[in-house]
């Protein structure tokens, strides 16, 4: 029986295991950086805002980003590190937006149709099934959201964002930590938490991991294929070692973010019977900018959608609960081609992370906020001072893709079509590191390449058989 090695417990591995499931002849060993703490996190039946306390979830966000901070040695400080190593990774952070690409996309990256035949089975794990759809449809009819619509341009449009929503509870985000506890639960996978994979050394056909577990370093071997879904950061820097790339440019695009906010006074609250007992926390629409070959996307929602505690607010605060009756709130992503960002590993494993953008970019955005806010201002939705086009903290994104995708090596691509790193045997990449640039939303594109490149392995080991 072959054994694997998984390193991370986000989407993509999740993935990666579901494609697996067809194939019994694998032992599945997972590697994950989080501790036990991050358990106690997902017993607190996280939303997509923990009702129960927001700073505990803060908190605990914290304290991973130390330890990830740490285990690579980041020695950037001036950027919002979202990029955590807790179970479940980015799933416990995300706001469940998902984009499919089109075929458009399909066509420029040269992405196989055969990778396409695999859609159905990502949207049944992202529990995006006509019943969470036509649940969806009903809560956009919400006039709130209805009214929305009516803000459409020549440079700007108004369209359905696709939201992954929990199986048995639509105030919850998908996440992937409980998904991973089950299986090792169920004696499926063997589950490490608190295993930091610091190398990857390859022995002929064989793979030895170099862990870091509570400050002590240990030594597991005989692996037959490595997959890294460890993060763009976690990939890139294993990678890095195991070809002795040390400081040498790793380039990555993101989505520079900004916060909307609009007042509209003829706006008014409204309840149906059947969700009355909450408030639905999701953007379910999502806003699209084009100016001249750069597009720019971002999420809306009317404010009353939201829980008081987001906010730091108590549920009998008269003023906030006055005007946030008024209120519509989002993000808006500027186009990644506008970033030229990268991280270097030096030869300590000391990770260095530069955020930039590129010259023009200031004016670009410019341009993206003036068409926004005049679109909105036609349609009496109101910028608000300070809190409309807020920048957030650089990197907050979390949206970070393509730092192996194009990365070469004395003119040799790093990765394969096959996801599988340069001059290896059987260790591959099924993170968004690996993923072309471009989505604004990147989590469907990534699941969609492990799953479908975890398939090709199987293939080729059912046939060697």
Request: charge should be positive; proline fraction near 2%.
């Amino acid at each position: 029986m072959e054994k694997i090695a998984i390193i991370g417990t986000g989407l993509s591995a999740m993935s990666t295991i579901e494609a697996l499931k067809s194939y019994k002849k694998f032992q599945i060993s997972v590697f994950e950086t989080g501790s036990k703490n991050n358990i106690k996190f997902l017993k607190e039946k996280k939303t997509l805002f923990p009702n129960k306390s927001f700073k505990y979830a803060s908190k605990i966000f914290e304290t991973e980003k130390k330890k990830f901070k740490k285990l690579y040695k980041i020695q950037e400080n001036k950027f919002f590190l979202s990029s955590v190593g807790g179970l479940g990774g980015l799933s416990n952070y995300w706001g469940g937006g998902v984009q499919i690409p089109n075929d458009d996309y399909y066509e420029k990256y040269k992405i196989p149709n055969k990778m396409q035949d695999y859609k159905k089975e990502i949207l049944s794990i992202l529990n995006l099934n006509k019943k969470n759809i036509s649940l969806l449809n009903v809560i956009r009819k919400n006039p709130l959201y209805k009214k929305l619509n009516t803000i459409n341009d020549k440079q700007i449009s108004i369209e359905d964002l696709n939201i992954s929503l929990d199986e048995k509870n639509i105030k919850k985000t998908f996440t992937t930590g409980k998904y991973f506890i089950d299986l090792h639960k169920k004696k499926k996978i063997k589950l490490y938490l608190s295993h930091s994979v610091k190398n990857i050394v390859q022995i002929k056909d064989k793979y030895e991991l170099e862990i870091e577990k509570k400050d002590k370093n240990i030594l597991l071997k005989d692996f037959d294929i490595v997959i890294s879904c460890a993060g763009l950061i976690g990939s890139s820097y294993l990678v890095g070692k195991f070809h002795n790339e040390f400081n040498k440019k790793f380039v990555f695009y993101n989505n520079d973010i900004y916060q909307l906010c609009f007042f509209n006074k003829n706006l008014k609250t409204y309840k149906f019977n059947k969700f009355n007992k909450f408030q639905f926390p999701h953007p379910l629409k999502k806003i699209k900018v084009k100016y001249k070959n750069f597009l720019s996307e971002g999420s809306i929602l009317p404010m009353s959608f939201l829980n008081n505690k987001i906010l730091g607010f108590s549920k009998n605060n008269v003023i906030y609960n006055y005007f946030k009756k008024f209120l519509i709130v989002g993000n808006f992503f500027i186009d990644s081609k506008l970033s030229e960002n990268y991280l270097k590993i030096n030869e300590k494993g000391e990770v260095t992370v530069k955020f930039k953008k590129k010259k023009n970019s200031q004016q670009i955005i410019k341009k993206f906020k003036n068409i926004v806010n005049n679109t909105f201002k036609k349609n009496k939705f109101f910028s608000i001072p300070y809190l409309n086009f807020k920048n957030y903290q650089i990197g907050s994104d979390s949206h970070y893709t393509s730092s192996l995708y194009f990365y070469k090596k004395k003119n040799k691509k790093i990765l394969d079509s096959n996801c599988k790193v340069l001059d290896s045997r059987n260790f591959f990449v099924f993170d968004s590191s690996s993923i072309p640039p471009g989505m604004f939303y990147p989590t469907f594109l990534t699941m969609l390449n492990a799953f479908f490149n975890t398939k090709k392995i199987i293939k080729k080991y059912e046939k060697n058989k």
